[in-house]
C-alpha cells in the first residue's frame, strides 16, 4: 500500500503543476500580446502561435499523467470547428483571392481557437477566476497609469524608443489608439464588476471601483469616440441589468453618476485637448466620408462573392480594383469588422460567427442570476460586458482583426459559455464517535448489567 501511495503521489503532483503552468500560461500569453503592440508584427504573431502550440502539448502531457483525456465541452467548440472548414475550403478549393495569407491568418485562428480550448480546460474553479480577476485587474491598472504617463510626456514613439514604422495616433502600447481603447472596454468591466458584488472586502471593492474609474478615463483620454461609445454601451447594459434583476435602483444610478464623474473629471482635466480629440481630431484618421466610401466598395466587393467570399485576409488584395475615391491612405482593413467578416467569409462565415454570438450570449445569460455573490455569474458578466463592448466598437474599427485585441476577445467568449465553475467542498466538520471508555463491571449498578 505504501509502495503504491510513493509511486502515485509525483505522478499526481506533477499533474498538478502542469495544470497550474497550464492555466498561467494562457492567461500570461494573453496578456503579452497587448505589451507587445498588439502583436501585429511577424515575431509576436510566431510568439503566440508557437506559444498557444507550446501549451497545448502541455495539456496533452497532463493529460499522460493523468492517466485519462478528460475534455471540458464547450457549446463554441461546434462554431468554431465549421469555421475553421471554411477557411479549409477556401484553401483546397481555391476560392481565396490571396491564399498565402488565408492560410497565414488560418494558423492565427488555430492559435485563437488552441487558446480558447486550453482556457476552457484549465480554468475550472472559481478561486482560479478569483486570483485572475486580480491580476486581471492590476494588469488594467499598470497598462492604463502607463498610457495617461505617456500621453503627458509622449515623444511620438513606442514606449519612448520605438518609432512606428507607417506612423499612428499612438496610446499606451498599441500604434493607434482605438484598438487601445478596445482593450480596455474588454478590461474594464473586470474591476467594475467585481467593485458591485459580495465578493471581496470593502476596501478591495473600492479600489476595484477606483483602478475601474483610470481605465475608463484613459479611453476617454486616447479620444477614441468608438472606445467612448463601446463603454456608454456597457454601463447602459449594466444599468438596465440591475433595474431588471431588482439589484437596487441606487446601484445603477450610481453607475450613472460614476460616468458623469468620470466625464466631468475629465474635461476638467483635459480640457481644450481633449474636446479637440473628442470632436475633430488633430492626427490623420481616415474621416466619415472615407469610411462610408469603403462600406459601399465593400458591400460591392460581398456582391461579387456572396457564399464564400474572397478569403481570410485578402481584403487588401482585394479591395484597390473596387476602391471609388482617391487617398494616400492604404486601406489595409475596412474599419468594420462586420463587412470584413462578410467579405472574406462570405454569408456562410457571416452566418457561423452570428451562431458563435447567439450561443454566447445564450450561455451566459443562464449563469448571471446571482452575479453579486456568485463568481462563476460575476466572472460571467464581466466578459458579457466586455464583449458588448467590442462588438459596439467593432461597427465601426477593426479591433478583431489585431492579434492581441481577438485571442482575448475569444477567450471571454468561452468563459462566458462555459459551465459555472467548480465550487469548493464545504468543509464539514463530522463528529467522530469516540468509543465508550470501559468501566469496570463492579461499578456498574446491578440493573445495568441483568436486563
Request: aromatic residues 12%; contains cysteine.
Amino acid at each position: 500500500m505504501s509502495a503504491t501511495r510513493t509511486t502515485a503521489n509525483p505522478r499526481n503532483q506533477r499533474a498538478a503543476q502542469a495544470g497550474t503552468a497550464l492555466l498561467y500560461g494562457v492567461f500570461g500569453l494573453l496578456l503579452f500580446g497587448p505589451v507587445a503592440f498588439g502583436a501585429v508584427e511577424p515575431w509576436s504573431i510566431f510568439l503566440m502561435e508557437a506559444g498557444s502550440a507550446a501549451l497545448f502539448l502541455l495539456w496533452i502531457a497532463k493529460q499522460v499523467l493523468d492517466g485519462e483525456i478528460k475534455i471540458r465541452w464547450n457549446p463554441l467548440f461546434l462554431p468554431m470547428a465549421v469555421f475553421g472548414l471554411l477557411i479549409i475550403s477556401q484553401l483546397v478549393f481555391r476560392r481565396s483571392a490571396y491564399p498565402h495569407d488565408t492560410a497565414s491568418l488560418a494558423l492565427l485562428y488555430c492559435s485563437y481557437a488552441m487558446l480558447c480550448f486550453l482556457a476552457g480546460q484549465a480554468l475550472i474553479k472559481g478561486s482560479q477566476a478569483r486570483t485572475l480577476t486580480l491580476v486581471f485587474s492590476l494588469y488594467g491598472a499598470i497598462l492604463a497609469s502607463f498610457a495617461l504617463i505617456q500621453g503627458i510626456s509622449s515623444n511620438g514613439r513606442l514606449y519612448w524608443i520605438r518609432q512606428p514604422r507607417m506612423g499612428g495616433w499612438i496610446y499606451g502600447p498599441y500604434v493607434n489608439h482605438n484598438h487601445y481603447a478596445g482593450l480596455m472596454e474588454m478590461l474594464v468591466p473586470i474591476p467594475l464588476v467585481l467593485s458591485l458584488t459580495k465578493l471581496a472586502s470593502s476596501k478591495t471593492r473600492a479600489a476595484a471601483a477606483a483602478v475601474a474609474a483610470v481605465m475608463v478615463g484613459t479611453i476617454f483620454l486616447s479620444g477614441s469616440r468608438g472606445g467612448m461609445l463601446a463603454v456608454v454601451a456597457e454601463l447602459v447594459i449594466l444599468a438596465v441589468l440591475l433595474i431588471k434583476q431588482k439589484q437596487g435602483l441606487r446601484t445603477a444610478i450610481g453607475i450613472g453618476v460614476f460616468l458623469v464623474i468620470v466625464v466631468g473629471l475629465l474635461t476638467w482635466v483635459g480640457g481644450a485637448e481633449l474636446f479637440r480629440r473628442t470632436v475633430g481630431s488633430t492626427h490623420s484618421e481616415i474621416t466619415s466620408d472615407i469610411r462610408h466610401h469603403i462600406n459601399r466598395d465593400g458591400l460591392k466587393m460581398f456582391l461579387k462573392r456572396p457564399v464564400l467570399g474572397w478569403g481570410l485576409g485578402s481584403f487588401p488584395i482585394v479591395y484597390p480594383q473596387f476602391r471609388t475615391f482617391y487617398t494616400n491612405f492604404f486601406v489595409n482593413e475596412a474599419h468594420n469588422d462586420y463587412l470584413q467578416l462578410l467579405v472574406e467569409m462570405g454569408l456562410l462565415g457571416f452566418a457561423t460567427m452570428i451562431w458563435f454570438v447567439v450561443t454566447v450570449y445564450a450561455r451566459a445569460f443562464k449563469k448571471i442570476r446571482n452575479w453579486p455573490s456568485e463568481m462563476s455569474g460575476a466572472v460571467t458578466l464581466a466578459c458579457v460586458l466586455g464583449l458588448s463592448g467590442i462588438l459596439v466598437h467593432s461597427a465601426v474599427d477593426f479591433n478583431l482583426q489585431i492579434p492581441a485585441n481577438a485571442a482575448m476577445f475569444y477567450v471571454l467568449c468561452t468563459i462566458a459559455a462555459s459551465e459555472p465553475f467548480a465550487k469548493p467542498a464545504r468543509k464539514r466538520r463530522v463528529a467522530r464517535s469516540k468509543p465508550p471508555e470501559e468501566v469496570p463491571q463492579e461499578s456498574l449498578p446491578q440493573s445495568a448489567t441483568n436486563f
